[in-house]
C-alpha cells in the first residue's frame, strides 16, 4: 500500500525558510520520478517541483529560484527547501511519485498524503 507522509510546515516569518519532508513507503522510490505540489484553499494542486531518478531537478515558476528539490532514496524521503518565503507561498504541501509526459508532470498514484500546512505571517 503507498503512503506518502509530508512534514516539515509551520508557521514562519516572511523571508525565512523551510525544508519539507515527505516519506514514501509502498514503492521503490528510487525508480520514481518525485515531486511536490501545493493547495490553496478551494484551489487545485499545482506542481512546485519534480526530481526525477537522475537527480534532475524542475521547478514551477512559483519557487524557481527560491526552491530546492532533493532526494535521499536510503530513507525514502524527498525534500523541498523554499527560501525567501512568501506569504503567497502559504499552502499545504503534498508529494507524489510522478511521471513525465509531452514536457508535463503527471501523478503515479490517485492517493494523496495528508499533507505539511505552510503559513507564512509576521
Known amino acids: 500500500q503507498v503512503q506518502l507522509v509530508e512534514s516539515g510546515g509551520g508557521l514562519v516569518q516572511p523571508g525565512g525558510s523551510l525544508r519539507l519532508s515527505c516519506v514514501a513507503s509502498?514503492?521503490?522510490?528510487?525508480?520514481?520520478?518525485m515531486g511536490w505540489f501545493r493547495q490553496f484553499p478551494g484551489k487545485e494542486r499545482e506542481f512546485v517541483a519534480a526530481i526525477d531518478t537522475l537527480d534532475r531537478a524542475d521547478y514551477g515558476d512559483s519557487v524557481k529560484v527560491r526552491g530546492t528539490i532533493s532526494r535521499d532514496n536510503a530513507k525514502n524521503t524527498v525534500y523541498l527547501q523554499i527560501n525567501r518565503l512568501k506569504p503567497e507561498d502559504a499552502a499545504v504541501y503534498y508529494c507524489?511519485?510522478?511521471?513525465?509526459?509531452?514536457?508535463?508532470?503527471?501523478?503515479?498514484?490517485?492517493?494523496w498524503g495528508r499533507g505539511t500546512e505552510v503559513v507564512v505571517s509576521s
Open positions: 509502498g514503492f521503490d522510490m528510487s525508480n520514481a520520478d
Open positions: 507524489n511519485a510522478l511521471y513525465r509526459n509531452y514536457n508535463r508532470w503527471y501523478t503515479l498514484f490517485s492517493s
